[in-house]
């Protein structure tokens, strides 16, 4: 598919408020790793090529292991994620698929326990932030594909 405008340039308001709220994130002291595969299984949620391949390069580049990305879409099924980690992604998918019966309690009770108040705001920060970019990257066809990852320390 051939993307259909730069749409930073046609509103770079709009753009510069969004990279504001991701350096925010980016700050929040929340681990790098897990805002990842929230980002990831978001993407992988919404269908969108571009995130998955930004956010799937940038897992990689930051040190996940293999196993964990190719298992993600079926973490609930793998032995290998943390009681946080699985409270963080059932978080994303109720905010992600929120027409499917809202944010259940007991989805909110799990993630209440693994995160502090602060914590847990910005983790909807950050999965209101992804769901943001999916939508306007699918929107505007962007490119998957040519997408390389920032060196991490």
């Given at each position: 598919?051939?993307?259909?405008?730069?749409?930073?340039?046609?509103?770079?308001?709009?753009?510069?408020?969004?990279?504001?709220?991701?350096?925010?994130?980016?700050?929040?002291?929340?681990?790098?790793?897990?805002?990842?595969?929230?980002?990831?299984?978001?993407?992988?949620?919404?269908?969108?090529?571009y995130c998955i391949d930004m956010h799937w390069k940038d897992a990689r580049a930051?040190?996940?292991?293999?196993?964990?990305?190719?298992?993600?879409?079926?973490?609930?099924?793998?032995?290998?994620?943390?009681?946080?980690?699985?409270?963080?992604?059932?978080?994303t998918e109720a905010l992600t698929n929120i027409t499917e019966g809202h944010v259940?309690?007991?989805?909110?009770?799990?993630?209440?326990?693994?995160?502090?108040?602060?914590?847990?705001?910005?983790?909807?920060?950050?999965?209101?932030?992804?769901?943001?970019?999916?939508?306007?990257?699918?929107?505007?066809?962007?490119?998957?594909?040519?997408?390389?990852?920032?060196?991490?320390?």
């Open positions: 598919m051939k993307p259909r405008m730069e749409y930073w340039k046609a509103a770079p308001g709009g753009y510069r408020a969004m990279m504001a709220l991701e350096a925010y994130l980016h700050d929040t002291g929340l681990d790098q790793g897990l805002l990842h595969m929230v980002k990831l299984r978001a993407s992988q949620i919404n269908g969108c090529a930051a040190g996940e292991g293999e196993q964990r990305l190719y298992g993600l879409d079926a973490w609930r099924e793998a032995p290998y994620y943390s009681d946080r980690e699985r409270a963080a992604l059932a978080w259940p309690d007991s989805v909110y009770d799990a993630v209440r326990d693994q995160f502090t108040d602060r914590e847990l705001a910005d983790l909807a920060w950050v999965v209101a932030a992804i769901n943001a970019w999916n939508r306007v990257a699918i929107a505007f066809r962007s490119e998957a594909g040519s997408y390389r990852p920032r060196t991490h320390a």
